[in-house]
């Protein structure tokens, strides 16, 4: 194969750019438009005939838009005879749909992963997966990264030395945990019952929160029901400094009319695997990037390299 070749669709191109500067390459242009009927039309403006191609694309808003996107681009740069194509998703919007929980529904999560395949991806490279196990739906070879390390970077510069790490709900306890073992803190849960798509309730959080500096970890923030109802739930207990931490920052709905109330929120702590609007970034918000450790897992994907590494605790 050739050098690096990476392209953007129109999801994140901020992203992608960032990307390339951080692997010192130039962002390939992609032309993208529909037709009067509506019908996509994508074009690959770049040479990438037996090139290493890496295809930028999280799928947001508008998801289906996104995804068609995705397929398109895959397909033509498969059709101009790239040497391997990647998909790199940091955020996988399906990764909800990953069981079959009501009648004659669709496992969507696994469909669109054989979609990927099919348009020509040989491999994909997503981030935090909202159910882990949407890791087994893609047949070729993925790479499933997190911003643990991310996150735990930035917590150590506020030297918390009385703090603990909180999950909304016990499935993401574990996550938590490893969170908190690198930050040196115990854990705690909450005990969540979810009533609608936008409604949950804590019953009750399991471990010692009272007297500590709090930070809530969540694999995603989108209308913001399950971090309101923690928050609610905390504020009956003694705690200290409140912090929320996630990968995803959809904050969709009413979710920031909701945390611009919740002023004994410290920071909000996200990346930017997903864009992120300027009518949406709160004064206590920060945004780290995560274009480093995507650049880098690209390269050691191209050099074949470990990526599992990258994420030994530390």
């Known amino acids: 194969m050739r050098d690096i070749t990476i392209f953007s669709g129109n999801a994140h191109p901020e992203l992608a750019q960032e990307i390339s500067e951080y692997l010192g390459l130039q962002l390939s242009p992609t032309h993208i438009q529909h037709f009067s009927n509506d019908c996509l039309y994508v074009q690959m403006n770049e040479n990438c005939r037996e090139s290493d191609v890496f295809i930028v694309q999280p799928l947001v808003t508008p998801v289906q838009e996104h995804v068609m996107e995705l397929l398109f681009m895959l397909d ?11 998909a790199v998703v940091p955020y996988y919007a399906y990764a909800r749909s990953d069981k079959k929980d009501a009648s004659r529904i669709s496992i969507a999560g696994r469909l669109v992963a054989d979609l990927l395949q099919a348009a020509g991806a040989n491999r994909v490279i997503t981030m935090t997966l909202h159910a882990p196990q949407v890791h087994g739906f893609f047949s070729v070879p993925t790479d499933h990264l997190n911003a643990l390390n991310v996150l735990a970077t930035h917590f150590r510069k506020l030297h918390l030395t009385n703090g603990v790490v909180v999950s909304p709900d016990l499935g993401n ?73 996630c990968t995803h920052g959809l904050f969709t709905g009413k979710a920031i009319e909701h945390l611009r109330y919740h002023t004994e929120v410290e920071q909000i702590v996200t990346t930017n695997t997903v864009p992120i609007a300027e009518d949406k970034r709160l004064p206590n918000m920060q945004i780290l990037s995560i274009a480093p450790l995507l650049a880098e897992t690209i390269r050691r994907n191209h050099n074949g390299e470990s990526v599992s590494s990258l994420f030994e605790e530390n």
């Not at 033509?76 to 990647?86: N, W």
């Not at 306890?173 to 409604?199: E, T």
């Open 173 to 245: 306890a574990k996550v938590a945990s490893v969170f908190a073992r690198m930050l040196g803190m115990p854990v705690a849960a909450g005990s969540k019952k979810r009533i609608s798509d936008d409604k949950v309730i804590i019953e009750n959080i399991v471990g010692e929160v009272n007297g500590k500096d709090i930070i809530v970890l969540d694999d995603e923030i989108a209308n913001g029901g399950t971090i309101i109802e923690i928050l609610e739930h905390l504020s009956k207990h003694n705690v200290g400094r409140v912090f929320v931490a």
């Open 76 to 86: 033509a740069a498969r059709g101009a005879s790239a040497g391997r194509l990647t």
